[in-house]
């Protein structure tokens, strides 16, 4: 379908638009920008949730973990050097990189692989192990992984047995890879009580961890945000309390996932969203363009003939289709251009009768003309104008115009008192009918049906109170009011026309017999003065 903004140039059009665009698109909208923004903040939500949940349970794994290479060590120590891996899960890596035994004289006896450099055991932890506790010691090198050590007394009842030190495979104790517990495409941080990061699986220097770290300071459990300024996390915490055990004051485990990846299900929502507010706008303009112009053709169809109406152009008609109140309003608009056509012709008519009337013309003529002025603005079929004879008993047929002629035998005179015409100069009054096959005065009903004629209406042409004629119409389709009206109109003004022109007649025959009598009076004297 083809758009056509030329509909969007009246104001009309605009603000149907706009009442559209409102009425429409804006709740449309508004209710998916709303959903949209409830469904991102409960997805939100619910992955923080999970994340965090997650977190303790990875938290309590470390903890199974930690707790399962203190068994070994404690094995170790039970057997003085045998082997001990079988409390360990068989799948997981060896727990221990290497194995020492720490003296009382500070000499390190290795007993599996290497341990260098291993920290120094402060008075609290001495007295820690002697009562026959696990010592986790952290050691953060300067570049690479933190170190982690176990330590536990070979016999607290026995100090002089030395003290077994173990550092912790990182293998072992960070393989979460293949573990349900960790939720697919998330990152693992663990924290020490400081905030420094002992594991990372995000591979992020230390400073780009720092919103991490004060992320998971707001209490023991948690969900927060943050950035590394390339992407943005969504990240939940658990807070791992060793100190009863392992005298270490806490682990915080810090599971964090992309927003990206959080939001990766609504991504092709989010797309569709678009694509279904841009279809709704195109929807919603084409709709409104369709309905503007529905509204606004038959407008201006009625514009252009109010214009035409202006111009004297009574005759067009607006046609207009819509099958609603617009073309009940061009219907309307049309009876009023045919009323409107109907009174100014009647107008026009009374203007060219009363111009006939006054020319200087026999009275034969102007009736003549005024019974054709009368069948050209009327559409009669016929006209025809009877004056009173001289014994005032008689019609005789002055004028007659129209299509439609009278039979050949048809007298020129007719009676008062006889057929459609005498009867009303002798009612003198007018006599109106649509139905003139039907009428029981009309002379000649089969000659009416021959010239198609369907209606009639006859004046009395009366002045003072005295009959001086009839005027008769007829009309090929029903006669209605304004019809009824200009025949009447005329009818008056014809008889006055006819009354003048007998007083003039008359005056005219008094003005020549006192002409004769002063001429027969100035014959007589002069003769009388020839005698004398």
């Given at each position: 379908m083809r758009l056509d903004l030329r509909a969007f140039t009246s104001k009309v059009a605009r603000r149907a638009f706009l009442l559209f665009v409102t009425c429409a698109l804006i709740p449309v909208s508004a209710l998916a920008i709303f959903a949209f923004q409830q469904v991102t903040t409960q997805l939100q939500d619910q992955s923080q949730a999970r994340l965090q949940q997650a977190s303790k349970a990875v938290a309590m794994s470390l903890y199974k973990r930690l707790?399962?290479?203190?068994?070994?060590l404690r094995a170790r120590a039970a057997a003085r050097g045998a082997a001990g891996d079988e409390v360990l899960d068989e799948e997981l890596p060896r727990p221990f990189?290497?194995?020492?035994?720490?003296?009382?004289?500070?000499?390190?006896?290795?007993?599996?692989?290497?341990?260098?450099?291993?920290?120094?055991?402060?008075?609290?932890?001495?007295?820690?192990?002697?009562?026959?506790?696990?010592?986790?010691?952290?050691?953060?090198?300067?570049?690479?992984?933190?170190?982690?050590?176990?330590?536990?007394?070979?016999?607290?009842?026995?100090?002089?047995?030395?003290?077994?030190?173990?550092?912790?495979?990182?293998?072992?104790?960070?393989?979460?890879?293949?573990?349900?517990?960790?939720?697919?495409?998330?990152?693992?941080?663990?924290?020490?009580?400081?905030?420094?990061?002992?594991?990372?699986?995000?591979?992020?220097?230390?400073?780009?961890?720092?919103?991490?770290?004060?992320?998971?300071?707001?209490?023991?459990?948690?969900?927060?945000?943050?950035?590394?300024?390339a992407n943005d996390y969504l990240a939940g915490y658990w807070t791992l309390f060793?100190?009863?055990?392992?005298?270490?004051?806490?682990?915080?485990?810090?599971?964090?996932?992309?927003?990206?990846?959080?939001?990766?299900?609504?991504?092709?929502?989010?797309?569709?969203?678009?694509?279904?507010?841009?279809m709704s706008v195109w929807l919603v303009l084409l709709l409104s363009v369709r309905q503007i112009r529905k509204s606004l053709t038959p407008l201006e169809k009625l514009q252009e003939g109010t214009r035409r109406i202006a111009m004297g152009d009574f005759d067009s008609r607006v046609e207009v289709a819509s099958r609603d109140e617009f073309e009940e309003l061009a219907a309307s608009f049309n009876r009023m251009a045919s009323q409107l056509g109907r009174q100014f012709n009647a107008l026009a008519m009374r203007g060219e009768i009363s111009v006939a009337l006054n020319r200087n013309r026999t009275l034969d003529?102007?009736?003549?003309?005024?019974?054709?002025?009368?069948?050209?603005?009327?559409?009669?079929?016929?006209?025809?104008?009877?004056?009173?004879?001289?014994?005032?008993?008689?019609l005789e047929l002055r004028a007659s115009a129209g299509p439609s002629r009278l039979p050949d035998d048809a007298p020129r005179k007719i009676a008062v008192g006889e057929s459609e015409i005498?009867?009303?100069?002798?009612?003198?009054?007018?006599?109106?009918?649509?139905?003139?096959?039907?009428?029981?005065?009309l002379r000649d009903p089969e000659w009416a049906r021959q010239e198609g004629l369907v209606a009639f209406v006859g004046h009395p042409l009366v002045v003072e109170d005295r009959l001086v004629g009839v005027l008769a119409a007829y009309a090929t389709q029903p006669l209605d009011v304004v019809d009824l009206s200009g025949v009447a109109s005329a009818a008056g003004e014809i008889a006055q026309c006819i009354e003048r022109k007998r007083v003039g007649e008359?005056?005219?025959?008094?003005?020549?017999?006192?002409?004769?009598?002063?001429?027969?009076?100035?014959?007589?004297?002069?003769?009388?003065?020839i005698a004398h």
């Open positions: 707790s399962a290479l203190e068994a070994a990189t290497g194995l020492v035994l720490v003296t009382p004289d500070g000499r390190s006896v290795p007993l599996l692989g290497r341990v260098p450099d291993p920290p120094a055991l402060t008075a609290e932890a001495r007295e820690h192990l002697a009562a026959g506790k696990t010592v986790l010691s952290t050691q953060h090198a300067a570049t690479g992984p933190a170190r982690f050590l176990l330590s536990r007394a070979l016999d607290r009842e026995r100090p002089d047995q030395g003290i077994l030190r173990g550092e912790v495979n990182a293998a072992y104790l960070w393989a979460f890879d293949d573990e349900p517990t960790l939720p697919p495409a998330t990152t693992l941080i663990v924290l020490d009580p400081s905030g420094r990061p002992l594991f990372s699986s995000l591979r992020a220097s230390t400073p780009a961890l720092a919103p991490v770290s004060e992320g998971a300071r707001r209490g023991t459990a948690g969900r927060f945000g943050w950035s590394d300024g060793l100190q009863p055990r392992f005298l270490t004051s806490k682990w915080t485990v810090v599971l964090s996932q992309s927003k990206a990846d959080v939001f990766a299900p609504i991504a092709d929502f989010k797309r569709t969203f678009i694509l279904v507010i841009l003529e102007i009736l003549q003309e005024c019974a054709e002025v009368l069948v050209r603005h009327l559409r009669l079929g016929m006209a025809c104008v009877f004056t009173l004879g001289g014994d005032d008993t008689v005498g009867l009303i100069a002798e009612e003198r009054r007018p006599h109106a009918t649509n139905a003139l096959g039907d009428d029981p005065r008359a005056l005219h025959g008094s003005e020549a017999q006192v002409r004769q009598l002063q001429k027969i009076e100035a014959v007589g004297r002069l003769a009388g003065g």
